[in-house]
């Protein structure tokens, strides 16, 4: 399976700024996705991130709080913007390859804000 | 729609034991199921999957899980459990195998407890 990597992996941060995370895969992917793992929960996933076009949000997530880019097949990254305290959470990326059902996940970024 | 039910979300068994961790689900479709494990501050880990091949599923450290459709279950097992097994497990749904709509939908997750 492939080798994912997330940058950072952790995070402190103050209310009304943003944080960038960055999802490294060792190989190219066919689909990136990111999810949220509020604390004590599940994982709910945010967006598909696309190659070359704009991410596809799930219901509840927008584009404006959580711009996703993917500029190519192995890197993608996930804004959290104008984060407030229920912004706290990890936030994973994982990976499909075409033809495969199963997902491979990164270790995963632990963001609090205050 | 899709959805997993687990039933417990809490399971505490001694060392050596049996481990029965009970997932049950909603599919519109066929579905693929999967058991993740989270290791405490560590990311997911596949355990097993189940793709419409044999309805027993062999998995890594010793799991198994058996698809019943007519239960509509996918019950994650071990027959001995190791202090290493403490974790969350979650039981994850795909409708569509591998094209077209690829959403997980993850359980609510069950916490193992090994009691030494």
């Known amino acids: 399976s492939a080798v994912i990597s997330q940058k950072p992996s952790r995070d402190i941060c103050q209310r009304g700024t943003s944080l960038t995370i960055q999802c490294q895969v060792d190989s190219q992917v066919t689909m990136m996705f990111w999810y949220r793992q509020q604390p004590g929960q599940s994982l709910t996933l945010i967006a598909t991130a696309n190659q070359g076009s704009e991410a596809t949000y799930e219901s509840g997530f927008v584009i404006d709080k959580f711009p996703i880019s993917r500029p190519n097949l192995t890197f993608s990254t996930l804004t959290v913007s104008n984060m407030s305290p229920e912004d706290s959470s990890i936030y994973l990326c994982?990976?499909?390859?075409?033809?495969?059902?199963?997902?491979?996940f990164g270790p995963g970024t632990r963001l609090t804000v205050l | 729609a899709q959805s997993v039910t687990q039933l417990d979300s809490h399971v505490s068994v001694s060392e050596g034991t049996p481990v029965l961790l009970r997932c049950n689900y909603s599919s519109s479709y066929s579905p693929s199921l999967f058991w993740y494990v989270q290791h405490p501050n560590k990311g997911l880990q596949l355990l097993l999957k189940?793709?419409?091949?044999?309805?027993l599923v062999k998995g890594i450290n010793g799991f198994e899980a058996e698809f019943k459709k007519s239960e509509t279950s996918f019950h994650l097992t071990k027959p001995s459990a190791h202090m290493s097994d403490a974790a969350e497990y979650f039981c994850v749904v795909s409708d569509v195998q591998g094209f077209g709509n690829e959403k997980l939908t993850f359980g609510t997750g069950t916490r193992l407890t090994i009691i030494p």
């Open positions: 994982s990976v499909k390859e075409q033809g495969a059902s199963e997902q491979f």
């Open positions: 189940y793709t419409s091949a044999a309805t």
